[in-house]
């Protein structure tokens, strides 16, 4: 993973918005309003770190957007009436992130490339029910 300033956001309202880059023609519409950290993988993937701009229910989106620029998997991570401000972003290797935002602890983000269908036990980020039985790449502890 590195660090990369590829892609702009265009909020719609203060949960949505619209993803674009000068290298692609199509937009994808993303969870969150603020575009807080965005990244590249080896494998030519990225992954775009959103929050919702919500002082007391803050809401951290993760992204993963494959090459043919379409969304791969997106997790969120929230708790009613808690605030959260993403910091200590550290690179850990080329398929791990490790960051915090709304405890003490730090939040491990590993990223599968090959996919997994049932999320593991450990798993605290929230996902859309719609992708219960997708292919998962995005593993949060």
Known sequence: MKDNDLFSLTPTNQEESILTTSQQAESI???GSVLEHQLSLENG????LTTANSPYDEALYATLIDQDFKVADQVEISNDLTPGVLKDIQIR???????SFNKPDPYILDVDTKGFIIPKPSDKGKRPFHTI???KHLHIH
């Open 29 to 31: 519409n993303v969870k």
């Open 45 to 48: 993937w990225y992954l775009v």
């Open 93 to 99: 290797d080329k398929d791990c992130l490790e960051f």
């Open 133 to 135: 039985f997708k292919k």
